[in-house]
């Protein structure tokens, strides 16, 4: 059985988590925080989270462990049959995972641990988040999902990606990211009723208020 190792508060894990749901997969849940130490990064090599166990070994990486489920389940597919769909969804993702995911990742601290703004940062993030939901816009059909009718893995992905940027956004610059891409908040109000996103979001909501509840 594969193991996912990670934080439930974590939006990567729950894209992953959602992922082998939608897939039907059978997978254990194993509750470890990210470190870059030993032994940790001989399972993960940059001490991130999420990383998966299989057969085979271990893998790191959202995306990659993304591609590799969807290849291990061939006859459930969530990438488009054509070569050229495809590498468009691909495209979409990868705009999603830099220039939203990564770039609001860097305000993490400030929004959701009580660290100080850092304003350079923040000065430099936003344009580099505008300039990706507008690749979204010109890239996405929502039609309703991001590249047509049917669901895929970009769908999954960028839905926890969303959900953790609009909120980074909404606090460090009253900026409602929903707003800037014509479809999006339409889309997320439909992933956010799947019956496998609803109980990753459910379960999700539980661990954070726990966390905070810590604090």
């Keep these: 059985m594969i193991k996912l190792y990670g934080l439930e508060i974590s939006n990567y894990h729950a894209a992953v988590k959602a992922f082998m749901l939608e897939k039907g997969f059978q997978f254990e849940e194993v509750e470890i925080a990210p ?35 969807e290849n291990c389940v061939p006859d459930q ?10 590498a468009k969804m691909s495209e979409l993702l990868k705009v999603f995972e830099l220039y939203v995911g990564n770039e609001s990742a860097r305000l993490t601290g400030y929004v959701f641990f009580g660290a100080e703004l850092n304003q350079a940062v923040a000065d430099q993030v936003k344009p580099v988040m505008e300039r990706g939901l507008a690749a ?13 009718n049917q669901i895929t893995m970009v769908d999954i992905y960028a839905y926890y990606i969303v959900m953790n940027a609009r909120i980074i956004a909404k606090k460090t610059w009253g900026w409602s990211i929903l707003s800037e891409v014509d479809g999006l908040g339409e889309w997320m109000r ?15 909501n539980v661990a954070i208020a726990k966390m905070f509840d810590k604090a």
Aim: aromatic share 10%; no cysteine; net charge negative.
């Design 35 to 69: 470190s870059y130490s030993e032994p940790y990064i001989e399972l993960s090599p940059m001490g991130k989270m999420p990383f998966i166990e299989v057969d085979e070994g271990y893998l790191s990486e959202t995306t990659a462990i993304l591609g590799f489920l």
């Design 136 to 148: 979204v816009d010109r890239l996405a059909s929502f039609s309703p999902y991001m590249i047509g």
């Design 77 to 86: 597919p969530m990438t488009p049959a054509n070569p050229f769909a495809s």
């Design 190 to 204: 439909m992933m956010s009723q799947r019956p496998m996103i609803k109980l990753v979001d459910d379960q999700r």
